[in-house]
């Protein structure tokens, strides 16, 4: 359900497009139980996209106390994989979709689709066609003229009967004989244009192997499915809007009791980011991306990988609602549902990701004390640690700098700061390398400045995060950006991808904290100053961390509330 705010004390619930045909189909008696469905084709990995479709789903057998089905269309032999079937049931169970143990196969339902075809031939809507492919598109017409009749068209009950249980049987030849419904050559709506029902074709099945030789279409067999399962609402993308008549023919010619019914709804685009299968493989087999799951992709393993949270994209797709028209949300909209989800949950943690060495020349050689800090200043049920502290530290190159520029408040030479979580302390001296390049800072500190002491003498306008060198745990942090950018063009003229050269960054010689020692895959973190951290499920080792930045902690977003 979409809220509205229309005043600060009034919040108007207004319900989506779906939910009001599914109230009406209540209050007329025409439903009882809703019972909704996911149908994924087992022949790749989910992407957000699919996610949508599965929220869309399960939410609403939640909200009406319904059943969520899990069904895989696997109608189609030559591009499924039963490797898909597992990391499908994976994806869906961890974006929140709840089938529990409903998962089912259209290949299951193979003979009652059998037995409907029969049906339709006995009752003269169906018949055995021997046009070829060529000649059934020329026989179709154009979306101008009225296709033709085939003149197969008028054969008899007798010889459809028989003809097809020999194309079954395996005695033509693939693409020699189809069995066709018998709807109308002229109607304005092309699919109704006696549409190819089942095809003879020789392709082994990942669950019915070679029993079948023929297959059913998909405008035949999804409502068939649909209608088997005791579906009442099947919803699907807005390109299927011009098959509807046809799914409305075929539950309505084979006489189901309260048959299912097809709505459409957008498909989710998002910015910036790359969906297409066909590009994904490219990236994947030229080594751009690691794999389907790489962060900077949006299937539902890379986006896990990542570290987005399953409650981040329910919200996300709650703010995106449910449309009848086609746009496209921003990337940074996803963004910020993953930072308000992480804000709360995540121990925030001091992490130095382009390291210099601060050394204060006055605190004691060899000596480390604990500090006390909390896990998060927001949320005092995360707890607290210790964070050594001691004479060399590491800070970020960023935050100190010779010659200043106005408004800078970090360190450089003669300015005091804040130590996060420790002192004040005040540039003396640096050292640069034969280019140039600071190496090192020189400090003193303020005994009296500790955090939590009530020290108020005098004020700093800066504080800077750091870790202490002897206790600093080094790590590999990943920072990502879209992989393309839409401003720039998602294409080059000749067709391949203009992708963002700094989609990804390596950065190997970084430090956190002691207390990030033993972080088990897909542990969160916020690095304070840096962003929202997640250790890498595939490439992460207990002697060598590995960080991905799920994403940084400012934005321009700003949601539309
Ligand atoms: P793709 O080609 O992008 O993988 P698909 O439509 O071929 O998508 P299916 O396995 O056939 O993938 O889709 C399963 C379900 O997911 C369908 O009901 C489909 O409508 C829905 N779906 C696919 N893409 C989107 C999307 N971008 N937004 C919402 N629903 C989608
Ligand atoms: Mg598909």
């Known amino acids: 359900m979409e809220k509205e705010h229309v005043s600060e004390e009034k919040e108007v619930v207004t319900k989506n497009f779906i939910e009001q045909i599914i109230d009406k189909d209540i209050a007329e008696g025409k439903c009882k139980k809703v019972i909704t469905r996911f149908p994924p084709e087992p022949n790749g990995y989910l992407h957000i996209g699919h996610a949508k479709s599965i929220l869309l789903n399960s939410g609403l057998a939640e909200k009406y106390n319904g059943q969520f089905n899990l069904r895989f269309d696997d109608t189609n032999p030559t ?13 869906v169970q961890w974006i929140g979709g709840k089938f529990d143990d409903r ?20 009752k003269g809507k169906a018949y055995v066609c021997d046009l070829n492919a060529d000649e059934i598109r020329e026989y179709r017409g154009t979306l101008t003229e009225p296709g033709k009749n085939s003149p197969y068209r008028d054969r008899s009950v007798e010889e459809n009967l028989a003809l097809f249980e020999q194309m079954k049987n395996g005695e033509f030849a693939d693409g020699t004989k189809v069995l066709r419904a018998k709807i109308d050559m002229a109607s304005p709506n092309i699919n109704m244009r006696d549409p190819i029902l089942y095809r003879v074709a020789r392709m082994t099945h990942h669950n019915t192997g070679d029993k079948w030789c023929i297959y059913p279409m998909y405008d035949f067999a999804h409502p068939i499915e649909d209608a088997i399962e005791g579906v009442t609402h099947s919803i699907c993308t807005l390109e299927f809007e011009d098959h509807r008549p046809l799914y409305d023919w075929v539950v309505t010619e084979l006489g189901y009791e309260n048959p299912p019914k097809q709505i459409e709804f957008a498909k989710l685009y998002l910015t910036n980011v790359i969906t297409g299968k066909r590009y994904i493989k ?94 998060n200043q927001e949320n005092e049920e995360l707890g607290t640690r210790k964070v050594p502290f001691g004479r060399e530290l590491y800070i970020d190159r960023e935050d100190f700098m010779i010659e200043p520029p106005k408004k800078y408040f ?3 030479p003669g300015n005091e700061v804040r130590l996060m979580h420790a002192y004040f302390v005040k540039c003396i001296d640096y050292k640069t390398d034969e280019n140039g390049n600071v190496i090192e800072v020189h400090c003193t500190y303020d005994k009296e400045t500790r ?12 504080t800077i995060h750091w870790v202490e060198c002897t206790t600093a745990v080094p790590v590999e942090v990943r920072n990502y950006e879209n992989i393309v950018n839409e401003e720039l063009g998602v294409y080059n003229e000749d067709g391949s991808l203009n992708l963002n050269p700094n989609s990804l960054t390596v950065l190997k010689n970084c430090f956190v904290e002691p207390y990030l020692k033993g972080a088990k895959a897909l542990d969160r973190f916020q690095f304070v100053r840096h962003g929202y951290f997640c250790v890498d499920s595939k490439d992460s080792r207990e002697d060598k961390l590995v960080f991905n930045r799920i994403v940084s902690l400012k934005s321009s977003y700003k949601p539309n509330k």
Do not use: H
């Not at 898909?84 to 049931?89: C, G, H, N, Q």
């Not at 259209?106 to 037995?115: L, P, R």
């Not at 794999?291 to 890379?302: E, K, N, T, Y």
């Open 79 to 91: 591009k499924e994989k039963t490797e898909f079937v597992k990391s499908i049931e994976d994806d």
């Open 451 to 462: 955090s939590g002491s009530g020290f108020t003498g005098r004020k700093v306008k800066g």
């Open 103 to 122: 998962v089912f196969f259209a290949s299951n339902y193979f003979e009652q689709m059998y037995e409907a075809a029969v049906t339709l031939i006995k």
């Open 410 to 412: 970090r360190l450089y």
């Open 282 to 375: 490219k990236l994947v087999e030229e080594g751009i991306v690691d794999g389907w799951d790489d962060p900077r992709l949006v299937s539902i393993a890379a986006l896990r990988r990542r570290g987005f949270t399953p409650e981040s994209i329910r919200k996300f797709m709650e703010l995106c609602g449910v449309s009848k028209s086609n746009s496209s949300v921003d990337y940074a909209m996803l963004e910020y549902c993953i930072r308000e989800d992480l804000k709360m949950k995540n121990d925030r943690v001091m992490a130095v990701l382009d390291p210099i060495k601060l050394i204060i020349d006055n605190y004691p050689e060899g000596e480390i004390e604990y500090l006390d800090v909390q896990n």
